[in-house]
């Protein structure tokens, strides 16, 4: 027998006997319904991720993000607000029996209950449907948790101090204070002051800052012997020569008044005085000027 006579080459099957190119498939049969993914899918998304990318960078140009003062870890008074997808979550802790020693219960229980719901609902309702009516715990379930997070975030906008919120986070100039001067000295005495206004006078938990308002020497002592707002009377403790020291030192933007640096009744004073100087020295001109007429 001849080499190759009567036999036949069957070959390999996991060999395609033909190799086709890749080319997408003939789309033609199903108009309108699917196309090919590269590259007219994915080319359509980078289109508008582009629009919408774009977008984001205008907005961030236009209107930044909002910043407040340098974060106080002694400030105590801060009212935190967490930004909107959690306003649900931050309402959920003011209610009694989620906050104080019930505080696992609204920052771990409930939110693990409802989630784990959420989660368990393809599991809890496992039919083929797709009309919401008739998968009535699925629906009910995202219908439940859609409300209740709609309500709690509404109710957390309307109860929040927007007003309080955006002065205690105002960014202000601080006031360089002159830490050597007596009246400072006596601040740093009073317990009471440094609990509210904080020991650099510069506004603490429950204070704003001493020097933001323009008031002079009587205006600061009738304001700590009486009160303002929400602000007690009677909180100095001293004497009478040490109230009128510190209270200058306020008013005088936290420096000695006994340096002339600044200060309503310095400022005062010194424009007394020199308006003073001035029609003194106008009177001696007018009456130099006479005598030289004679």
Request: proline share 6%; with cysteine.
């Amino acid at each position: 027998m001849h080499r190759g006579k009567g036999m036949k080459f069957v070959g390999d099957s996991r060999v395609p006997a033909e190799r086709k190119p890749n080319i997408p498939k003939d789309y033609s049969e199903y108009p309108g319904k699917t196309e090919a993914f590269w590259p007219n899918f994915l080319l359509r998304e980078w289109m508008v991720g582009a629009v919408f990318l774009i977008g984001i960078l205008v907005l961030s140009v236009a209107h930044p993000a909002p910043l407040e003062t340098i974060a106080d870890p002694t400030e105590t008074g801060y009212i935190p607000l967490p930004d909107w997808y959690f306003l649900f979550l931050y309402q959920l802790l003011k209610y009694e029996f989620a906050a104080g020693p019930y505080t696992v219960m609204g920052a771990v229980v409930i939110p693990g209950v409802a989630f784990g719901a959420l989660l368990l609902a393809p599991f809890l309702d496992g039919g083929t449907e797709r009309r919401a009516y008739k998968r009535p715990i699925a629906s009910g379930l995202m219908i439940l948790g859609v409300i209740s997070i709609i309500f709690l975030t509404w109710e957390s906008v309307d109860q929040h101090d927007w007003e309080a919120a955006a002065q205690q986070g105002a960014i202000e100039d601080e006031v360089e204070v002159d830490e050597s001067a007596e009246g400072y000295e006596i601040y740093q005495t009073q317990d009471s002051c440094i609990g509210c206004h904080g020991g650099d006078m510069q506004g603490g938990a429950a204070g704003p800052n001493i020097f933001q308002s323009d008031y002079d020497t009587d205006e600061v002592i009738d304001i700590i012997q009486n009160g303002i707002g929400e602000m007690p009377a009677d909180q100095f403790d001293g004497s009478d020569e040490e109230l009128e020291t510190m209270a200058a030192f306020i008013a005088n933007d936290g420096q000695d008044p006994d340096n002339g640096d600044g200060g309503n009744d310095n400022g005062e004073d010194n424009a007394d005085e020199n308006n003073g100087e001035n029609a003194e020295e106008n009177a001696e001109e007018d009456e130099t000027e006479e005598n030289d007429e004679e």
